[in-house]
């Protein structure tokens, strides 16, 4: 630190989440494996605001080698 040099404090806010998980949008039919469903979590912020943006996440390997909660607890 030089002699100008300040300390500030920065409050880090985390904003809240409302998650609704395991929503089913399809039952596709697999003569294999029979009806499955295809679900997605929605994560949507707490706050009420207009135009807020969207973020799809599509991981690769279909959760196959990695459950989706691996993803989940990514900071």
């Known amino acids: ?3 100008n040099s300040k300390i ?4 880090v806010v985390k904003p809240r989440v409302l998650v609704y998980p395991d929503i ?3 039952q596709p039919y697999d003569p294999y494996f029979g ?3 295809l679900k997605l979590d929605i ?3 707490e706050i009420k605001e207009n135009n807020l943006p969207l ?3 599509i991981p690769g390997g279909g959760f196959m080698r990695s ?3 691996n993803y ?3 900071k």
């Open 55 to 57: 973020v799809i996440y």
């Open 8 to 11: 500030i404090d920065i409050k």
């Open 24 to 26: 089913t949008y399809a």
């Open 67 to 69: 459950p989706k909660v």
């Open 35 to 37: 009806i499955s469903s």
């Open 1 to 3: 630190m030089t002699a």
């Open 72 to 74: 989940l607890q990514q």
């Open 43 to 45: 994560f949507k912020p």
